[in-house]
C-alpha cells in the first residue's frame, strides 16, 4: 500500500503542472494509458483513491471513452467475475 500511494501522489505531483481534462491537456496520452490500471491496481490492494481528486476525475474522463471502457480489466475474456 505504501508504494502505491506514493506512486499516485507522484503521479498527481506531475499532473497538477500539465492536467486539463486528461494527465497532459485536454487530450488522451499515454499517460493517461498508465493512470487508469494504477487507480485500478489501488482500489484491488485496499488503497482508496479518494485522496486525489485529481487523478479520480481524469479516470472518469478516461473512462467515459469507449476504448478506455472495453479495455477495463473487468470486461477482458479471463477477468474474474
Known amino acids: 500500500g505504501d508504494f502505491v500511494r506514493a506512486g499516485l501522489t507522484a503521479f498527481d505531483a ?3 503542472a500539465s492536467a486539463g481534462r486528461f494527465c497532459v ?3 488522451p496520452s ?3 494509458c498508465c493512470l487508469v490500471p ?3 491496481s489501488a482500489r484491488r490492494f485496499g ?3 479518494e485522496a486525489w481528486p ?5 479516470e ?5 471513452l469507449p476504448a478506455f471502457a472495453a479495455a477495463h ?3 477482458q475474456p479471463d477477468a474474474v467475475r
Open 47 to 49: 488503497v482508496d483513491p
Open 73 to 75: 480489466p473487468d470486461r
Open 38 to 40: 494504477q487507480l485500478y
Open 14 to 16: 506531475q499532473a497538477a
Open 54 to 58: 485529481r487523478l479520480i476525475a481524469i
Open 60 to 64: 472518469a474522463a478516461c473512462l467515459a
Open 30 to 32: 499515454i499517460a493517461d
Open 25 to 27: 491537456g485536454d487530450a
